[in-house]
């Protein structure tokens, strides 16, 4: 069966965890989209480990991990990361890499910052890990997927092309030193070696996979307010977050995606601008970013603080619906323990008017939230293993919080370790 594991909102929902959890029975986990931008941060017997591309699943030794054909491939990153994995006494985990992939050229992380700069102040935030520019240059089919390096004359070709363009760029828009194909090519060819073992016709494999009654876990990044189509426009990322996307990132039937859990968490948080109608500040929103403790206070890729903000019942909504939610993994809820009382966003107020259905963006700007208050549960709820141990207001949010999505919440995420979890 094919599941995958998105994000409902901004992304740092706990998507990591609850794939390192889900992990443990699965033969296979793909990132099928995005690339090292974000980050999962993962707690379990190994330690504490910052992910970027990996896949979740590489804590499991006979889990394969997959890079899929949609993922922004940044290969010195992903050397650097198999280092750190090895070093840190985790097995050597199982990989390949879709032979369609595409590179991430170094001169997409040069063009995402030179962008960022160029912008000042209207800049996007972006990590500048060359996301924006790398998608830009597939879908005007002057990228470089992975199996050109197995054709040096293509690969000069490809890469003359792309220079061609970006050097124009360079000289009258950014005023800066142009590239060289030649250095460019020395370099990319320089990651053959270290790609090579791994590379395999994903989609194929995957296909058996599936017939074979495999157990497959889709891992997405980032969350629905992120997606280019759906998401907070322009304040997104530049591929797919949703799990409709699985299929086309990872080359699968997308009737094969059974089950779609979408990670929702407690309260929200973003990185980087853009509208967020359910933002605090000041204290309140100091108080709950400490006790967010890793899961509320700084970006895994970035290290700038998060913004916070309490539960959008619209957000998070809009982002179950586009999803294709069939379960819920509700996160973060240990978080919560030291409130007398937690607002929760029910509405936005726009004109005068309140709505529910999560607008586009221009309306989304002028939106205020409309909060209901419940009761706090006062108490710590790590360490509880059922459902109905939990205080009774504490299952009161919760089964508030899914009358309002409309989808069932099938397990609770109490803390950040893998073994902090309920099902229901
Ligand atoms: P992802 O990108 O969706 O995987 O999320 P991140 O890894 O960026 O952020 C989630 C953070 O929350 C990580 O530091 C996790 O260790 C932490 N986390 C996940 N689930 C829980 C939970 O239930 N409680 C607490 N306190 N932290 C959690």
Not at 73 to 78: A, L, Q, R, S
Not at 166 to 192: A, D, G
Not at 219 to 228: R, S, T, Y
């Amino acid at each position: 069966m094919v599941k995958a594991i998105v994000g409902s909102c901004w992304g740092d929902e706990g998507k990591g965890k609850i794939t390192d959890v889900l992990a443990e029975n699965a033969d296979i986990v793909i990132r099928f989209q995005g690339g090292s931008n974000a980050g999962h941060t993962i707690i379990n017997d190994y330690g504490k480990h910052a992910l970027h591309q990996m896949p979740s699943g590489i804590f499991n030794k006979n889990t394969v991990n997959i890079i899929g054909n949609g993922v922004a491939f940044n290969v010195p990153y992903f050397v650097k990361e198999l280092e750190y994995i090895k070093s840190s006494g985790i097995k050597e985990p199982k990989i390949l890499i879709s032979d369609r992939v595409q590179l991430l050229m170094p001169y997409h992380i040069l063009f995402d910052t030179l962008e960022e700069e160029r912008l000042s102040d209207k800049q996007f935030g972006s990590t500048k890990s060359g996301i924006a520019p790398f998608y830009s240059d597939k879908y005007a089919k002057i990228g470089i997927q992975i199996c050109d390096l197995f054709d040096e004359t293509l690969l000069m070709e490809r890469i003359k092309a792309a220079c061609c363009i970006k050097n124009v760029l360079l000289e009258h828009l950014y005023k800066k030193p142009l590239l060289e194909p030649e250095k460019i090519f020395k370099e990319v060819m320089s990651y053959k070696k270290f790609v090579e073992p791994y590379i395999a016709n994903v989609a194929e494999y995957l296909n058996k996979a599936i017939k074979e009654g495999k157990e497959i876990l889709l891992e997405g990044q980032l969350g629905a307010l992120k997606d280019p189509d759906h998401g907070i426009y322009p304040m997104t990322t530049s591929s797919s977050t949703l799990a409709g996307f699985g299929a086309v990132g990872a080359g699968i039937p997308p009737h094969k995606i059974e089950k779609v859990y979408t990670v929702v968490k407690a309260y929200s948080s973003a990185v980087g601008g853009g509208a967020f109608v359910s933002e605090i500040f000041g204290d309140e929103a100091d108080e709950l970013r400490k006790r967010g403790g890793d899961a509320g206070e700084f970006g895994v890729v970035t290290g700038r603080p998060r913004r916070m903000g309490w539960f959008d019942c619209v957000a998070a909504r809009y982002g179950c619906m586009l999803q294709g939610t069939t379960d819920i993994a509700f996160t973060v809820v240990d978080v919560l323990g030291y409130l007398d009382e937690i607002p929760v966003c029910v509405g936005y107020e726009i004109d005068g008017k309140v709505i529910n259905e999560f607008p586009v963006t221009p309306l989304l700007e002028k939106a205020k939230p409309v909060y209901k208050t419940l009761p706090g549960w006062k108490s710590d709820i790590r360490g509880v293993k059922n459902y109905y141990d939990l205080p009774e207001n504490c299952r009161n949010y919760i089964e508030f919080i899914e009358k309002q999505l409309g989808y069932n919440i099938t397990i609770v995420s109490n803390g950040p370790k893998r073994s902090d979890i309920i099902y229901r």
